[in-house]
């Protein structure tokens, strides 16, 4: 990673100052949704969605050349505690997995024309165990933003965003009843498929972290380096990135998630070119989308990660636009468009 990254008062800096939405562009693709050969509204979600790419891209059509499937992969020092099904040695085989094109992600991206990258966020030095110390600090947690932040630097037009790391649905669910209170319970969930004494592990760490670094906590940034993990701050870098560079994003599930809330909790216009790929079958992950905004696409009881929702997706992204570029209009078909 870069030694050096943006101060967390660099980064305040950059959320105040993130374009906009084109509405011009919106508007272009919602007139010609309404003369193509169908009923008004009849594709649903899909006109919505055709029209937030358009928005966010700033162009009219807008284009899906080079979708991208971005994971992060990071080690979290919380998962000694026993919070994961799997020891985090599973963290080095699922890399080679992915490398192998053996892992679901690949068989996604393969089927669906999709472009992917894995970033290897230092998986054999795990963060501090949030439960004794910040799990980063500042200038760590800083200079991973802002590796993140170089995700898109070879050109994509769609980002979807996923993550990989034994422990890291704990970080996310830590992240989660930090931002938003509660009891803990609430935010924790089975992630990779914990027993009851697993689960009630995962929710004496978080509970430990919370109240260790509770004087602390009123500050996202601050949320993310004591109770994150490298992935979830890379994950917030490259959706800044992607704003800054008009590039729609698709998010993964929880833990991904975890990434945009704590941006949206710094300033909540800094996730709308944001689209939630799916609601997960973890923990409070429908919760959070909902305080966020973020409607899914999909609900198909997921929980991999690997950004295997997000890709999903995205088919069903491109699959909008497929329509809304071939599709015919009633004055091109030769057909009245009312009785």
Known sequence: MPPTGLPFDDIRALLRALPGPDETSRAQVLAREAELIKPAGALGRLEEIVAHLAAWQHRAPPRINRPLVAIFAGAHGVAKKGVSAYPSEVNKAMLASFSNGQAAINQICKAHDLGLKVFDLAIELPTVDFTEGPALEEAACAATIAFGMEAIANGTDLLCLGEMGIGNTTAAAAIHAALYGGPVVQWVGRGTGVDDAGHARKVAAVEAGLALHRGALKDPLEVLRRLGGREIAAIAGAILAARIERVPVILDGYVATSAAAVLHALEPSSIAHCLAGHVAAEGAHAEVLKRLGLA?????????????????????????????????????AGVPEKV
């Not at 088919?315 to 329509?323: N, Q, R, S």
């Open 296 to 332: 899914p696409i999909l609900d198909l009881g997921l929980r991999l990660g690997e950004g295997s929702g997000a890709a999903l997706a995205c088919a069903i992204v491109k699959t909008a636009l497929a329509c809304h570029a071939g599709m015919a209009t009633f004055a091109e």
